[in-house]
Structure formats: C-alpha cells, structure tokens
C-alpha cells in the first residue's frame, strides 16, 4: 500500500491549486451504505495480500499492477464512476473555462454516455504497459453481461421530456 | 544517527558560511543573487500559463509545440500516455492529430506498427507552448520569409 500511496502523492488529487484533496477513500469507499458494506467485506482481501507480502517489493508490485488496476477500473465501469461523481459533475462544468480538447470530450462523453474511467485512468497512481489494451477487455467483458449495458440516453432523454429539443 | 549528526553539522556550516559570504558582499555594494535585502519579499517567478490554439512552425522539419498542457501524462519506460490520443490506432476517436509517421520508422528506415523507440519520449522533441518570454535570445529567422 506504500507504492500507490507514493504514487498517488505525485498528482492533483493530493496538491492542485484550489487546495481541495481527494483522499484514498474518497475514491475507494463509497458513501452509500450497502456499496460501503459491500467495500469493506472485500477489502478483507486486500488486508490478506498486504500480511501475506503479495505486493510487498517493487518487483512484486509491477508483475500485479495491470490486474489490480483492472479489478479497479472493473468496479469504477460497472458502477458508472459512481465515486468520482461525488465530487465531480457534469452539470456544474463550466466548459468554457475547460481547455478545448476537455470541453469538447466531455461534450462527447454526455452525448454518448460515457463514463468518467473511460477516459482518465491512470490519475492517481502509475500505469503499466498495455493499460489501454486492458480496459477495452474490461469495457468488453462488461457489455457481455445483459444487465450492465452502455447508459441508455435517449431513454432518459424521453424520461425528461427533452426529446424534442 | 552518526550521519544524521554529521548531516546536521554540515548543513549548519554551509548556513553559516553562506550568511558570512552574503554579508561580505552586501557591505561591498555588491547585489546579491536575491537581488533583495533579506528583509524583503522576493517576489517569486512569474507562472505562465499554456497557449491554447496551434502555431504555425517555422521551419519545414520543426517538430510541433504542444498546443495543450503536458502536466501529469505519464511517460516513462512502461507507458507513454500521448499514445493514447495520438497513436494511430486511436487517434481518430479522440479526435487529435496522428503521430507523424515518420515516428513510425527505426534507425534502418523500417516501417512498424508501432511507434519507434527513438521517438518514445515525446517531450525531448515536443514541449508545450506558453506565453512565455525566450529564455535564450536569438536571432533565427523562419526559412519562409
């Protein structure tokens, strides 16, 4: 757990300008009780591999990080980035003061429905080679299974009644 | 904790040393690297800040400035994350412009399909743009006018 939390310490999720920080739990805990129940009965895995040493040299951490990170971003897909919209939305973005190449991604991203991890993995901690090539299976994997399909956005736009704008 | 002392002691004659040599100078009417009197605030660099929109190159063979910020891209021996837009295997969902493909070539001139090992790290060829004065003065002039 040293290794992330070093990493993590290297981008703006821990020192940014505005001086908000988003800690470990944040991200990795969710606020909704059965979620946050369900995070902590599995996180008995992760006190299990920290005793056992599964990660406990660089070595080790390497040769594990594309399937941790995958586990993660398994997680983070099949929930809609439920975590990282705690703190970020895009109804309050100014897209304006985005750069352009942010604003116009985020544009896609709500016209398409995409998910915030789609995009930004790799944000607070290191990635391993052949990262992109892992997500796409994990995106894959997921649309597999009937019930965890892309967000259906014309179904919320009727839902509205802002279809016919 | 033998080193931890010896640490301390020499950072202590460094201080003491430097504070001698800055005084000597002071007296001597000599500006400081401050380029303040040490009661002063220095003021601290200015931050500029990165230029959005592409600028034309000056030369045919100059590789492009970067047109948006570089902070937090990881490039080191396991990934390169402007592959991500610009690889050509992605560029065209992510809407940024393909890796010349003269990036794809190695050392013996072969086409490959992936992006060269000469080229990996992109910011020794690229950086980004900013409002920035030069930091070195010259005198080059675009080979077009």
């Known amino acids: 757990m040293e290794t992330n939390l070093g990493e993590y310490r290297e981008t703006v999720h821990y020192n940014n300008h505005s001086g908000v920080r988003a800690i470990c739990s944040d991200c990795h805990v969710p606020h909704e009780w059965q979620y946050k129940m369900k995070a902590k009965i599995m996180a008995v895995k992760d006190v299990y591999h920290e005793v056992l040493g599964t990660i406990s040299t660089p070595e080790k951490y390497e040769e594990r990080r594309l399937e941790m990170a995958s586990a993660v971003w398994t997680k983070m897909k099949a929930s809609d980035s439920r975590e990282c919209r705690n703190c970020h939305a895009f109804e309050y973005m100014d897209f304006t003061i985005q750069e352009t190449r942010a604003a116009q991604n985020h544009q896609k991203a709500i016209d398409t429905g995409m998910t915030c991890i789609d995009c930004h993995q790799g944000i607070a901690h290191d990635l391993a080679p052949g990262y992109l090539e892992e997500y796409n299976h994990v995106v894959k994997k997921l649309a597999a299974q009937p019930h965890q399909g892309p967000i259906d956005v014309a179904g919320i736009k009727s839902f509205l009644g802002t279809q016919s704008e | ?145």
């Open chain 2, 1 to 145: 904790m033998k080193l931890h002392v010896l640490a301390v002691a020499s950072a202590l004659a460094a201080t003491l040393t430097f504070a001698g040599f800055v005084g000597a100078q002071q007296s001597g009417g000599v500006t400081s690297l401050r380029n303040a009197g040490i009661d002063e605030t220095n003021a601290i660099e200015d931050v500029y800040r990165q230029d959005e929109g592409r600028e034309p190159r000056n030369y045919r063979q100059q590789p492009p400035i970067v047109p948006h910020s570089i902070e937090q891209y990881q490039i080191d021996l396991r990934t390169n994350q402007c592959l991500t837009c610009h690889d050509w295997t992605t560029a065209g969902d992510r809407g940024a412009p393909t890796l010349s493909m003269t990036h794809y070539l190695d050392r013996q001139g072969t086409q490959l399909d992936t992006v060269a090992g000469t080229r990996w790290f992109c910011n020794q060829c690229h950086v980004p743009q900013a409002d920035a004065p030069a930091l070195v003065g010259n005198t080059f002039k675009p080979s077009s006018n």
